[in-house]
C-alpha cells in the first residue's frame, strides 16, 4: 500500500445539527472505518469523508474508498468478530475492527450501512437519528495552549498505520512512543 497515492477527499457540512454521542467514540468508529478503506487501495485512490443532514434532525456520515471492494457474501458477514479477509500471520488483523464500529454505533442509536461492489469501492454511512430538539451548530473551540499532550504508547503491526497515526497523534500534540508488535510493547513499558 502506498498512502502518498491515498487522496483524502473532505466534504463536512458544519451547519449540521447536533446529535447525542461520545465525540471520541465516533473518531474511533471513522479512524477504524478510514483505515479499513485505505488498506483496501493497496495500489493507491479516493478516501472520501462526508457529512450532511439525515432526515429532519439527524446526521450521516460517508466514510468511502475508491478500492477492491466486497462481493455480498463477505459483506454479510464483516460485522461478525473475527471475521477477517485479511488471512493468517503476522501483521493481519484480528477481525475485530468493524465489529467495534458496529458496536459504537449500535450504542448511540444509530445505524451503519455498508454497500460495496467488487473492483468499485466500498461506502460505509453511519446516520444518526434526529433529537428531540436541534441543537446550534457546534463551533470547536480553539486548544488552550497550555493542555499537556499525553505521552502515549502506540502498538500497531501495520508499519503504514504506525506511521500515519503517530503523526497524526504528534500532530496533535502528544508524545507518541511506537513499537510493532506487543512484545516490543511491553520490552518498552517495562
Known sequence: MDLAQVHPDLSLDTALPGVLCD????EQAILALAINGIEAMPDGGTLRILTAPHGEHGVRIEISD???GMDDEVKRQIFEPFFTTKGDGEGKGLGLGLAVVYGIVQRHGATIDCTSQP??????TISFPSVNEPAEP???????RHR???RILLVDDHAQVLGA???LLESLGHSVVAVASGAMALATYT
Do not use: E, K
Not at 119 to 124: E, I, K, L, R, Y
Not at 138 to 144: D, G
Open 119 to 124: 473492483g468499485h469501492g466500498t461506502t460505509f
Open 148 to 150: 499537556r499532550g499525553a
Open 165 to 167: 497515526l503517530t503523526d
Open 66 to 68: 475508491t478500492g477492491v
Open 23 to 26: 465525540p471520541s467514540h465516533i
Open 138 to 144: 457546534v463551533v470547536p473551540l480553539p486548544s488552550p
